[in-house]
Structure formats: structure tokens, C-alpha cells
């Protein structure tokens, strides 16, 4: 099963689970033509942090965020079904477009 990411889940293991390994990066394919879009794999990193409680860089990130490109992402899935431990970068970077266009960290 696919995991999902939503902002009620912060603490999840769900993030932590994320093996860095960068299959989802490697298969997507913006990622291989845009150097400005970060990869899949970084908007996940980048979700986990942000939606942590605890997470004292929300406003740089958020900065970062707004540069990397992240409206370049195409919904091709690659990365979904590239990831070894099921996990849904998409989705990560469906969410930080959420939080980039109405504000909040959930």
C-alpha cells in the first residue's frame, strides 16, 4: 500500500522512513531537464520538516521552496513507482504547493 502524507501525521513514521537512496529523483523526468526543480525526493525531505512541529526553518524553507521550481512537477508518478519503500513524493510536493499558495504549515 501507498502511504499518504497529510499534515495530521507530522510526527508519522511515514517520513522517516524515506532511505535518501534518490530512485524517485533518478525517474523523474523534470527533474532530468530542469536544473532548478529540486527532485521529488527533496520536496519529501522538505515536507517532513516543514510539517514538524518542531521545525524552526519554516520560513526559509518556504523561501527555498518558492524558487525550486516545484510548479514544474508534472504528475507523471514516475517517482511514486520508482520508490522502494512505497512511499508518495507526489503527494509531498502536492501538499507544499497547498502550503506555498494558501500559507500555514497544514
Request: aromatic residues 10%; hydrophobic residues 40%.
Amino acid at each position: 500500500p501507498r502511504s499518504t502524507l497529510s499534515p495530521s501525521s507530522a510526527a508519522s513514521d511515514v517520513y522517516k522512513r524515506q532511505l535518501l537512496c534518490g530512485a524517485c529523483t533518478s525517474a523523474c523526468p523534470t527533474f532530468w531537464v530542469n536544473e532548478n526543480f529540486l527532485g521529488p525526493g527533496i520536496f519529501l525531505q522538505a515536507c517532513r520538516f516543514i510539517l514538524d512541529s518542531r521545525d524552526k526553518g519554516f520560513n526559509l524553507r518556504k523561501e527555498i521552496l518558492r524558487k525550486s521550481d516545484i510548479w514544474r512537477c508534472h504528475g507523471i508518478l514516475n517517482c511514486v513507482e520508482a520508490c522502494p519503500k512505497g512511499l508518495n513524493p507526489f503527494q509531498a510536493i502536492m501538499h507544499l504547493r497547498k502550503i506555498l499558495l494558501f500559507g500555514g504549515k497544514r
